[in-house]
Nanobody, 119 residues
Framework: VQLQASGGGWVQVGASLRLSCATSGASRYAVGWFRQAPGSDREFVAAVSRLGIDTSYSESVKGRFLISREANKNTIYLQMNNLKPADTAVYYC???????????????WGQGTQVTVSS
């Protein structure tokens, strides 16, 4: 299984970005997005179930971020709106047998994509 995250960049406060996670073989897995800021632990951002029906969000992004997956289930998006400086981090996508916020349950990880939000 391979994962490729993309779509990061440098934006100003209040802007939007859409991250993509292109995968092979992800249709059998739930997909999560995590992020890690310098000096901080990796934290859960959002996850979507295998069929794309169930979603889960951290409180810090709820109402601003939207996770979705294409009908073929192998490409997963994270639409990020109203971005804040606190959203600055490297964002990772990962695969797990079921939807969860627990990073230890994720079996496969992609490389990260940097998101920088400037005030």
């Amino acid at each position: 299984v391979q994962l490729q995250a993309s779509g990061g960049g440098w934006v100003q406060v209040g802007a939007s970005l859409r991250l993509s996670c292109a995968t092979s073989g992800a249709s059998r897995y739930a997909v999560g997005w995590f992020r890690q800021a310098p000096g901080s632990d990796r934290e859960f951002v959002a996850a979507v179930s295998r069929l794309g029906i169930d979603t889960s969000y951290s409180e810090s992004v709820k109402g601003r971020f939207l996770i979705s997956r294409e009908a073929n289930k192998n490409t997963i998006y994270l639409q990020m709106n109203n971005l804040k400086p606190a959203d600055t981090a490297v964002y990772y996508c990962a695969l797990a047998p079921r939807i969860t916020f627990d990073s230890a349950q994720y079996l496969f990880w992609g490389q990260g994509t940097q998101v920088t939000v400037s005030s």
